[in-house]
């Protein structure tokens, strides 16, 4: 958001007072939420908090009842999920959603093109070899290259995973959102996922929806905490750790250091 002065802006991304309702039940209740560009902030709480639905509301996929978004100074409350992807914000889900049919290259390249196409004019950047170039790198850089012939829906869910994160990352946000990432891995999948976030984290803004306590204290710069709606704790991994309030809403007794 730019200031009353139209300086620039403080935040890559701020909520003033979004509220939304479904069916009368409060969901989020007039949240002021910002993202500070360049680090990996979590969003923590209790199933039912409001996390995802807060969440939705800043990729698009859910219109909020009330309030105002803002990305990179911009308002985008009114704008559409594609919208907003083609201005720098993308997703994945609790659930993995990749094309099952299709191999891990062509969900790939699918992703790639979509992102280039934001440059309608600048045909050459859909030149079959800079298509193909691009794939590779996201490949690469999330361990999937040994793959890439594979059918998309023959993966394990674990490399599922790695996939939707690649799709993600093919459309080169600025801020990524990723929804419960280490829901069902094992162990040694986590460490990896892990350190493909450190990553990631080097180039763009990360939003992180998780419960895994380990992941959210190692990763994050910052965490907001959420309970009923409500933000009801922000601060560094340390101050969340011994905050009371933290405790007794989402953590119960001794259960960060489980």
Aim: no cysteine; aromatic share 6%; net charge negative.
């Amino acid at each position: 958001m730019t200031d009353s002065l139209g300086q620039n802006p403080v935040h890559l991304l701020e909520t003033i007072g979004l509220h939304r309702v479904f069916d009368g039940l409060v969901a989020v209740s007039s949240v002021d939420f910002q993202l500070h560009e360049g680090e990996i902030h979590a969003l923590i709480g209790p199933n039912g908090a409001g996390k995802t639905t807060l969440a939705g509301m800043i990729t698009g996929r859910i219109r909020p009842t009330s309030g105002r978004i803002f990305f990179a100074g911009q308002e985008i409350t009114g704008l559409r999920a594609e919208s907003r992807v083609l201005l720098g914000i993308a997703s994945t889900f609790q659930i993995p959603t990749v094309f099952r049919n299709l191999t891990v290259f062509e969900n790939i390249a699918l992703a790639v093109q979509r992102m280039l196409l934001r440059h309608p004019f600048d045909f050459f950047l859909l030149r079959e070899d800079n298509l193909t170039s691009r794939v590779w790198e996201v490949l690469e850089q999330v361990g999937l290259h040994g793959s890439w012939k594979r059918p998309a829906g023959s993966l394990p869910y674990g490399h599922q995973r790695l996939l939707e994160i690649a799709m993600a990352l093919a459309l080169r946000p600025r801020l990524l959102i990723l929804d419960e990432p280490t829901q069902g891995l094992a162990p040694e999948e986590i460490t990896g996922l892990m350190a493909l976030i450190r990553l990631i984290a080097r180039e763009k803004t990360v939003l992180l929806i998780e419960h895994n306590v380990r992941v959210v204290l190692e990763l994050s710069d910052r965490i907001t905490v959420m309970d009923h709606g409500h933000i009801v704790f922000e601060g560094t991994p340390s101050e969340v750790e011994v905050d009371p309030t933290v405790q007794q809403v989402y953590l119960g007794a001794g259960r960060w250091r489980s």
